[in-house]
């Protein structure tokens, strides 16, 4: 008698035995209908047992193996079960999420076969035979006597749009049958690989550094500057490794993930199966993709987070672009980082990672430093000058509606030259921080090295990282001024303002509400591209994507406020977002400007963004973090509650801290504190952060920690475990 544990798509971290009779063609990986309770669910089989623990009478079967779904590679599930076990999230549904949503119903891929070929039967029909208005079928019919490993589906779709109908009455014939290509048996010649521009000497050092290391575990991070050619870099990476019969995975940021990119990486390798999987697919768009990888069918699989697990059995490369994006970590359910995940696939399957960034994490960078990845750098602009980063310094200076006089005058200059201007407004780690603008005192925490929170209405401020807690000062502590006030206020007004004081101006806003319609966002750029636009505004989504020759200005509105964010993080994102909100400025023929609207002009952050010094900032913030014990030098797991009162939320959390073995003394168990936004969507978010040196020993103290948390929960708490957080 055999077992299988199946993984099923339920909150409960945990296999479900069943019995499999002997007759059952399973293996691991197998999709399997089983039933659960009073219905039938869909898992995976992820283990096959001699034994099980549980008595015969409780134990079901299997009811049936989908042998229509391939099986989820060794590989694939090894991964998914190392990011249950690390993130502690249930397995089943780290498994069952991994699949296609279509692969996880009960009739998943009827409708979906892989590949065609001809029957024996149908190898004896003569095309010539079948009457002359059969036209489809005979069509259809020369087509695969001349495939000699039959015709992928989705190729032949693409052939023969209309073959839906011919296809179904030739399987009823009996001439032809759908398969499972087998990877190791289709012919992959090299493919034909258009030439780029000749690369520079920046450009051929990287590749040819890159690509010794094909065939075994390397991680290389590319830092170029925005512009510098690293797209380039991975073409030419990608263009080796499809040389050596394998596939390439190149995972992008949602908004990155652009039809100008995917044309450009095709127009390259014109006749390369390239396949995207992203979330913008619909469900059978995105089955399609996902089973052209797995079959090895696809050569090159673009794609944002969600790709790093897809199966690819020829896999020989994986690039990370703008490895520092935010988006590569997941904010619920399995809060995984893409990136993190890469690096073990690339170690696991023996292949280089390159991770590309103009501003690398910080914890990329780290390790770069320290010689754990090689480390390539792109300083130049491949066909464009750097732009001229510059501050404007507001210091007792009157505000027109939050807007300095010299930023609306630089506006004014460039729109009247007919060029474009950029306000990029920055919300990010935005909280409010006490500020004295006499003598620009902040309010620190005493214990941290990060900002405490105003919190008007108790007339405390409150440190969210330890939790320490003072009253609100009645004036500046450094100087006596008496106009202490929150930073950062009125950042709302300027798109209003910027109406009033240009009124003949086209202005376009662009932020997650103006984009979120399907296709807005491409329909924007198109705008932006034809010259329909003389202002943009917008936040942070406009750091990103792709380049507006004629856009020649940016000027940055409330970048201080992360600056002296409560986040530790926001100075290292507030960096990466305006060196990559510099690179729209001025990449043709057009120089570029940076204009920043600052209380600090002499801040080091800003000093090294003005030399466009990546590595001087990274050191100095690396330097801060080391003495503070931050991340990269320590290890944090973030435990998050929600309920409908805060004091419930913090209660679980103080439960779950008093629940912590105090034996383990390499880690260091926080106070609860209110979230940094403590309310959102009717509910109050309260967390605890929990910190070690030793990511060994964070874990230990996890696993120890992370299976009591349940018990302590009341039911009207919702609690998760962010693993290595990216937002506090
Ligand atoms: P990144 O990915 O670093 O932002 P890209 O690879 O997109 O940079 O290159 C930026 C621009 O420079 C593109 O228009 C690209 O075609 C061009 N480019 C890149 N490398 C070269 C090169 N070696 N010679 C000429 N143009 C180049
Ligand atoms: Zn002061
Ligand atoms: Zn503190």
Not at 265 to 289: G, K, Y
Not at 646 to 654: C, I, R, Y
Not at 690 to 705: G, N, P
């Given at each position: 008698m055999k077992f299988a544990r199946v993984a099923l798509d339920v909150p409960l971290n945990t296999l479900f035995d069943y019995r499999v009779d002997a007759t059952t063609d399973i293996d691991v990986g197998s999709v399997v209908l089983v039933p659960f309770g009073k219905k039938i669910a869909v898992g995976v089989a992820l283990e096959i047992a001699d034994a099980s623990a549980l008595a015969p009478s409780r134990l079901r079967s299997v009811l049936s193996v989908l042998h229509d779904v391939p099986r989820l590679p060794a590989d694939v599930i090894a991964v998914l079960k190392f990011c249950s076990n690390y993130y502690h999230h249930?397995?089943?549904e780290v498994v069952l999420n991994a699949l296609p949503t279509r692969l996880r119903r009960r009739n998943a891929i009827k409708s979906q076969p892989l590949a065609y070929r001809l029957t024996a039967a149908g190898r004896q029909i003569n095309a010539d035979d079948l009457p002359a208005r059969a036209k489809s079928r005979r069509d259809l019919l020369c087509r695969l006597a001349a495939a000699r490993d039959g015709i992928d589906a989705a190729a032949l779709r693409a052939q023969m749009p209309g073959a839906a109908a011919a296809l179904k009455e030739m399987i009823e014939c009996g001439w032809v049958e759908s398969f499972e290509p087998d990877p190791a048996a289709v012919d992959f010649s090299p493919p034909r690989v258009l030439a780029g521009p000749a690369l520079t000497a920046a450009q051929q050092l990287a590749v040819e550094s890159i690509r010794p290391s094909f065939g075994r575990f390397a991680a290389w991070l590319l830092h170029g500057v925005t512009g510098s050619g690293k797209t380039e870099v991975y073409l030419e990476l990608i263009a080796s490794a499809l040389a050596e019969k394998k596939q390439a995975l190149l995972l992008v940021p949602?908004?990155?993930l652009t039809p100008q990119l995917e044309a450009?990486?095709?127009?390259?390798?014109?006749?390369?199966?390239?396949?995207?999987?992203?979330?913008?697919?619909?469900?059978?768009?995105?089955?399609?993709?996902w089973l052209a990888a797995q079959s090895g069918h696809a050569g090159i699989v673009l794609g944002t987070r969600l790709a790093v697990f897809t199966p690819m059995p020829r896999l020989g490369l994986i690039v990370v672009d703008e490895e520092h994006d935010a988006s590569f970590k997941q904010s619920d359910g399995l809060r995984y980082s893409a990136r993190d995940v890469a690096l073990l696939r690339a170690k696991q399957r023996a292949v280089p990672v390159v991770l590309?960034?103009?501003?690398?994490?910080?914890?990329?960078?780290?390790?770069?430093?320290?010689?754990?990845?090689?480390?390539?750098?792109?300083a130049q602009r491949a066909?464009?000058?750097?732009?001229?980063?510059?501050t404007a310094d507001i210091r007792g200076k009157a505000l027109i509606d939050g807007l300095a006089q010299e930023v609306l005058h630089a506006i004014k200059e460039n729109t009247k030259r007919g060029e474009q201007s950029l306000i990029y407004v920055n919300r990010r780690g935005y909280a409010p921080v006490l500020i004295c603008p006499a003598c620009s005192w902040t309010s620190g925490c005493p214990r941290c090295s990060v900002k405490l929170v105003v919190h008007l209405k108790s007339r405390q401020m409150r440190c969210h990282h330890c939790g320490h807690q003072e009253k609100i000062p009645a004036a500046c502590p450094q100087c006596g001024g008496a106009e202490l006030a929150p930073l950062g206020q009125g950042t709302q007004r300027v798109e209003a303002a910027l109406t009033r004081i240009f009124p003949a101006a086209r202005i376009l806003r662009i932020d997650r509400d103006t984009t979120r319609a399907k296709d807005a966002w491409n329909q924007m750029r198109r705008q932006i591209h034809d010259g329909a636009v003389d202002l943009l505004v917008g936040t942070q989504i406009l750091a990103k994507g792709h380049d507006f020759p004629a856009l020649t200005l940016v000027c940055v509105i409330n970048a201080d406020a992360s600056l002296y964010s409560t986040d530790y993080r926001a100075s290292e994102r507030l960096f990466a977002n305006l060196m990559q909100v510099a690179g729209r400025a001025?990449?043709?023929?057009?120089?570029?400007?940076?204009?920043?609207?600052?209380?600090?002009?002499?801040?080091?952050?800003?000093?090294?963004?003005?030399r466009q010094n990546f590595a001087d900032f990274a050191k100095g913030v690396l330097s801060e973090r080391k003495q503070a014990g931050l991340p990269p030098f320590t290890y944090q797991a973030i435990l998050r509650a929600e309920a409908l009162r805060?004091?419930?939320?913090?209660?679980?959390?103080?439960r779950a801290a008093a629940g912590a073995d105090p034996e383990m003394t390499e880690v260091t168990v926080f106070d609860p504190v209110p979230a940094n936004m403590a309310r959102l969507a009717g509910k109050e978010r309260a967390q605890l952060?929990?910190?070690?040196?030793?990511?060994?020993?964070?874990?230990?103290?996890?696993?120890?920690?992370a299976p009591r948390l349940e018990k302590l929960a009341e039911r009207k708490v919702r609690w998760a475990l962010d693993i290595d957080p990216q937002e506090s």
């Open positions: 249930p397995i089943g949602e908004i990155n450009r990486i095709q127009s390259r390798f014109p006749d390369t199966s390239i396949v995207r999987l992203n979330s913008a697919l619909n469900e059978s768009e995105r089955l399609r993709s590309g960034s103009a501003t690398p994490a910080l914890e990329t960078y780290q390790q770069a430093l320290r010689g754990r990845y090689g480390l390539l750098t792109l066909n464009a000058a750097i732009p001229e980063i510059a001025g990449r043709a023929d057009l120089p570029g400007r940076v204009l920043i609207q600052t209380e600090f002009p002499q801040h080091p952050l800003y000093a090294a963004l003005q805060q004091d419930l939320a913090v209660q679980f959390l103080k952060t929990v910190q070690s040196r030793s990511r060994l020993a964070l874990h230990a103290f996890l696993d120890d920690w």
